[in-house]
């Protein structure tokens, strides 16, 4: 652990509950099980089904911002 930290460690961490927590969920898949069934990721899923990261859209949401594509493919902001 490191000497200066930024946050006081919890007390399950002290004692590695939090490890231990972690080793048998890894262990018995419940974390792959869980990484897959998070709402965040089951949207994240659907957006990927119904075509929201593909370049054309991209284009379209980043040009409705303002923001134009230039020769090197990166978006800026117009001036």
Not at 17 to 43: F, M
């Amino acid at each position: 652990m490191k000497l200066i930290r930024y946050r006081r460690p919890s007390i399950n961490t002290i004692l590695g509950i939090t490890r231990e927590k972690r080793r048998i969920k890894r262990s018995l898949g419940i974390s792959q099980v869980q990484a897959w069934t998070k709402p965040s990721r089951v949207k994240q899923r659907l957006k990927y089904q119904m075509g929201w990261y593909s370049p054309a859209m991209r284009i379209a949401r980043n040009t409705a911002r303002g923001r134009f594509p230039s020769f090197l493919g990166l978006f800026s902001r117009r001036k």
